[in-house]
Each structure stands twice: as structure tokens, then as C-alpha cells.
């Protein structure tokens, strides 16, 4: 996102809060029964202190994400002690200003990462052009939570976008339900005017993605209310949903959903099972193992043939669990071209550290399935280059 990528205030403290070390103190989304004005990874943090690092570092010591960015730390500047303590801190957060402070760094991360594609989710702003806004190595998805709340032109999804905002960046007028369901259309027929190769559904962090209900007269009783009831809610996402999926297939257009955690109990994958069976020529990309729900998520992926997997932020949430998810999804998976990586950071530090870690572990994968005699060398080397590159490359349209 521009406000990240180009920000040049950037020390260990906010490295530490916006990454996924920092949700070890703060969840960033507020659940149903909660209430809050700001996003806790983006509140102003200052310098700090050493107890604010400690809170990360001695507190949450143990916690993959917390371990990942320090490794990532120790590798880039150098840390020889390989751990952050109250001597050293100091030095460390001069080192990262100082960094950061220079244009060059960003890009001399992801060389020495091996990164020379990013499609990025700038959720504050879906309309971006990130090609034209953060540089020739990005592309974006378009995020279309908003859409799903557009029945008053002030109603937004939980990040504070609004659909109708949209219309008016893109020229088109919406009087009716009718010109929301056009509005629709034109928005996919310009994705590639914005460089934009997909569309993404994160709706798990503010409903179910339970999207069986298409009731479009009840949908369109949503319309125009400040205040429609749950269910004319539910109905209109359902509705815009469905609709975008269909609009996908036609023009073989990717679609990106999150799947677990977020709002928990409406985010299991198999909830999702109903949107997918109805969109048979829709190439669904389905993220994050779908945790804790991985073995039905390959379920999924094994019955219904337009499935692909983004093993994106599994590892960094825990390594043991991507290790052995990612052993049965390659006993299970119809064919090799089903599975991809990514790595959902807003720092280069942290996706130095993913990228590192994801590579890592599925090399320990693939030497474990070589040694049982399960494949040989060369299937194992063959897979490693689909799932870090070949795969997504073919997926998006990136060759």
C-alpha cells in the first residue's frame, strides 16, 4: 500500500506493530460484538521504548509470527546477537530508520528475497493502480468487500470503503439497483485499464461466507435503506457475490477468497462449498489453508476441479501446521498446478523473512517425501519451481 510502502518514519517499533507479530497484541479487526475507531496496527507508535519491544519480543517470544520477523531482522541488519534484547534495541531501530530513509532499500529487500512479481490487496484504496503507483514489479486484485455493502451510498464494509465512492471515481451514476448491478460490470471490464489480475473476496472478516441465499427480491428491498435487516443484508451480498463470480468465469478473471479465521464462525471453507458448485467455470484461488480447516479445505480442492490453493501467511502462523498440510495437499491435489505462495506483508523485512521461511520448509517437505521414496529428486525440484513461481505465473497471466 502507498501509505506503507512509501513511508520513510519507520522504526523496530512499527515493524514490529505492523506485522503479524503485531496481532500478538491486538487483533486488528474487531469481532460482532465489539466496536473500535482505529486499526491498532496503524495507530502512531513513535520510537518507544524497550518495555513496548519487550511486550513483543518476551512476552510473545514463542509466537511463529513474532520469531519470523526476528530472523528476518537478524539476516538484514545484521544481528549478531540473533536476538533483540534492551543493549542492542537501539541500535537496531537507528539501523531500520536509517533504512528506510533510503529509496533504494525496499527494492534491494526483494532482489535478495528472489521477488520479481507482487500482486498486491491495497484494501484501503481497491481502485489503485498499483503498477502505477508503487512501481513496474506490482500488479493488484481488487478487493470487492464494499460491494457487498451497497445498498446506501454510506454503507461500507469494515475497512471504511464505500461502493458508491467507486461509481463516482469510475464516472458511473447509480439511481437504481438496477445501475448497482451494471456498476458491477463495468468495474470488471476495467480491471485491466487499473492493472488490476483479480478480484478478491475477504467478506470472512465481516460476515459469513455462506453465499447460498441469492434471493434477489429481497436484495432489492435492501436497496436505498440506511439500515436494512440482517437478512435483506445477507440477501444483497449474496446477490453481488454470486453476480461477480459469474462476471470472473466469463472473462476468466481469478477470484481470491479468504477463508478461516477472521469472524470465525462463519469462515469455515466448506460454507463457501455452495458459491463454488454454482460457478463451474470461475477459477476460485482459495487462501491461508483455509486455518484451522485445511484437510477440508483440500476436500474442496480434491471434488470441485476449479480450485487453487495461496499457501499465503499458513507458514508464518505456524510452520509445523504448513509443514504437514502441505505433505497431504501434495498426496491429494488433482494435479501440481493447484498450489502457490505468497506472503501478506506490509513490510519488506517480514516478506524477506516469509519468502525465506516458506522457501525453507518446503524444501524440508520435498527432501522428506524424496527420502520415503515417495518421488525422486527431480519431482521434488519440478514442484518446488511450480509452487514458488511457475504456478502463479501461469494462474495470473504473468509469464
Not at 513513535?46 to 509470527?65: H, L, M, P
Not at 516478506?351 to 519431482?379: N, P, S
Request: proline share 4%; aromatic share 10%.
Amino acid at each position: 500500500m502507498p501509505e506503507m510502502l512509501g513511508n520513510r518514519d519507520v522504526g523496530l517499533l512499527a515493524l514490529l506493530r505492523q506485522s503479524y507479530a503485531g496481532w500478538t497484541q491486538a487483533r486488528p479487526y474487531p469481532l460482532p460484538s465489539e466496536t473500535r475507531l482505529e486499526d491498532p496496527m496503524l495507530a502512531n507508535c513513535g520510537r518507544g521504548t524497550w518495555d513496548d519491544i519487550a511486550q513483543f519480543v518476551e512476552r510473545s517470544g514463542s509466537s511463529s509470527f513474532v520469531r519470523n520477523v526476528i530472523w528476518a531482522l537478524t539476516e538484514l541488519y545484521g544481528l549478531g546477537e540473533g536476538r533483540i534484547t534492551p543493549a542492542n534495541w537501539e541500535r537496531l531501530d537507528a539501523d531500520i530508520r536509517r533504512r528506510h530513509a533510503d529509496d533504494g532499500w525496499r527494492a534491494e529487500v526483494l532482489d535478495r528475497a528472489g521477488i520479481k512479481r507482487i500482486i498486491t490487496d491495497p484494501f484501503n484504496d481497491p481502485l489503485l493502480n498499483a503498477r502505477k503507483s508503487l512501481g513496474e514489479r506490482y500488479r493488484s486484485v481488487m478487493r470487492i468487500n464494499a460491494l457487498a455493502f451497497g445498498w446506501h451510498p454510506d454503507s461500507c464494509d469494515h475497512n471504511g470503503n464505500s461502493a458508491h465512492r467507486y461509481a463516482r471515481r469510475i464516472g458511473h451514476r447509480i439511481d437504481s439497483f438496477d445501475d448497482y448491478l451494471a456498476f458491477l460490470d463495468r468495474l470488471m471490464d476495467t480491471l485491466g485499464e487499473r492493472n488490476q489480475v483479480g478480484i478478491k473476496n475477504a467478506l470472512a472478516y465481516d460476515r459469513s461466507v455462506n453465499f447460498d441465499d441469492v434471493d434477489e427480491s429481497l436484495a432489492r428491498r435492501a436497496w436505498g435503506q440506511c439500515n436494512p435487516t440482517p437478512q435483506q443484508r445477507k440477501a444483497f451480498g449474496d446477490v453481488v457475490v454470486d453476480r461477480l463470480c459469474r462476471l470472473a468465469g466469463e472473462r476468466n478473471i481469478p477470484f481470491q477468497m479468504h477463508l478461516g479465521s477472521a469472524l470465525i464462525r462463519g469462515s469455515h471453507p466448506m460454507n463457501a462449498a455452495g458459491l463454488i458448485e454454482r460457478h463451474p467455470g470461475t477459477r476460485f484461488l482459495l487462501m491461508h489453508l483455509a486455518f484451522p480447516w485445511s484437510r477440508e479445505l483440500l476436500g474442496l480442492a480434491f471434488v470441485y476441479r476449479n480450485i487453487w490453493l495461496d499457501l499465503t501467511w499458513s507458514a508464518l502462523l505456524s510452520p509445523s501446521y504448513f509443514k504437514q498440510s502441505l505433505h497431504e495437499a501434495i498426496e491429494v491435489l488433482p494435479d501440481e498446478s493447484r498450489m502457490m505462495i505468497g506472503g501478506d506483508n506490509w513490510h519488506v523485512e517480514e516478506t524477506y523473512g516469509a519468502v525465506c521461511l516458506m522457501r525453507r520448509l518446503i524444501g524440508e517437505v520435498l527432501q522428506e517425501k524424496v527420502e520415503a521414496d515417495y518421488f525422486a529428486a527431480g519431482d521434488a525440484r519440478r514442484l518446488a519451481r511450480k509452487l514458488l513461481s511457475d504456478n502463479a505465473s501461469q494462474f495470473f497471466g504473468e509469464a
